[in-house]
């Protein structure tokens, strides 16, 4: 069992950067991949980045490559989505995922096991 907790959400001007937060519970943490995922009202959820479990592949919605990186910390499992120069269209709720499964990280939600409640990201023009 996987609890995640998100933090780091909030209000931010276009152009402006927020770093999104990952907290996980659960001694097995550093051997699943982990990944952030953001939904609007009326859509389905959207990959947006995934990193594996050791830290060493990362994978990222075209969109958001070269302004967010996602990074993990297995010693304190965490994982964390730095996200600069932030558009209006990246608003939504982002989530947090695990991925039970061994082998590569998933880039599809369906590829996940555990979510965490979510985090309300706005971002103005």
């Known amino acids: 069992q996987v609890q995640l907790v998100e933090s780091g959400g909030g209000l931010v001007q276009a152009g402006g950067s927020l770093r999104l937060s990952c907290a996980a519970s659960g001694r097995t943490f550093s051997m699943y991949a982990m990944g952030w995922f953001r939904q609007v009202p009326g859509k389905e959820r959207e990959f947006v980045a995934a990193i594996s479990w050791r830290g060493g592949s990362t994978y990222y919605l075209d969109s958001v490559k070269g302004r967010f990186t996602i990074s993990r910390d297995n010693a304190k499992n965490m994982v964390y989505l730095q996200m600069n120069s932030l558009k209006p269209e990246d608003t939504a709720v982002y989530y947090c995922?695990?991925?039970?499964?061994?082998?590569?990280?998933?880039?599809?939600?369906?590829?996940?096991?555990?979510w965490g409640q979510g985090t309300q990201v706005t971002v103005s023009s």
């Open positions: 995922a695990a991925d039970c499964r061994r082998g590569p990280a998933g880039l599809s939600a369906k590829d996940y096991d555990y």
